[in-house]
């Protein structure tokens, strides 16, 4: 198996590994309130996540930057939780996309932290990173393509076939990754 093979597994393995769910719930809370018709601008979102993931990555990986692991698995539930916030339908009207793409970056970075010292351990002594981070991120964008597959598939399912609102849809899973998250969060508080 190729260097390329492996880090490519390994990123969508990392996404859709069911017992660390909370890229999972990030990127189901993400785009949740979206449609099939609306897949291009799902798709620029996903792809900003995985940007900020991948910056963080290099940065650690390069060992640039270095953050105390209890913070960062504390802020990773804290920014799925503000996702499933903004997408509360009281709010829907005011929402801009340049704050979504921002916001979904700057959580991407956070997200990444969380995953760099892993990645840092398997990377080792490597003499050059610069293709292991590519296909790792490749490999994490192609999980992040399945979740978003999946999530989109189940909303027009909803929609379609059992006459649920997009908003009441996005509000139902809004609101249970609100409550998921809060309790992941307070278990994670680093005090």
């Given at each position: 198996?190729s260097d390329f ?8 393995q990392?996404?859709l ?38 910056i ?9 930057v270095k953050v105390d ?6 802020l990773?539930?804290?920014?799925i ?7 509360l339908?009281?709010r ?24 760099s010292?892993?990645l840092?351990?398997?990377?080792g002594?490597e ?15 192609f999980?992040?393509l399945?979740?978003?597959f ?11 076939i059992?006459?649920?609102s997009?908003?009441d ?8 990754v609100i409550g998921?998250s ?7 508080i680093?005090?």
């Amino acid at each position: 198996m190729s260097d390329f093979s492996i880090y490519f597994q390994l990123g969508w393995q990392h996404i859709l590994d069911l017992t660390g769910y909370d890229h999972i719930l990030f990127v189901l809370v993400l785009c949740c309130s979206y449609t099939l018709k609306d897949w291009k601008r799902l798709l620029w979102l996903v792809t900003a996540f995985t940007v900020g993931h991948s910056i963080t990555l290099a940065l650690a990986a390069f060992k640039i930057v270095k953050v105390d692991t209890g913070w960062v698995e504390f802020l990773i539930p804290v920014t799925i939780l503000l996702t499933a916030l903004y997408n509360l339908p009281k709010r829907r009207k005011q929402r801009s996309p340049y704050i979504l793409y921002a916001m979904t970056l700057f959580f991407g970075l956070i997200h990444g932290l969380g995953f760099s010292n892993y990645l840092q351990s398997l990377l080792g002594q490597e003499a050059n990173i610069v293709l292991p981070l590519l296909s790792f991120n490749i490999g994490l964008e192609f999980g992040q393509l399945i979740i978003v597959f999946f999530v989109i598939l189940l909303s027009e399912l909803m929609l379609k076939i059992f006459s649920v609102s997009n908003r009441d849809w996005s509000f139902f899973l809004s609101s249970a990754v609100i409550g998921i998250s809060f309790i992941m969060a307070l278990e994670r508080i680093p005090l």
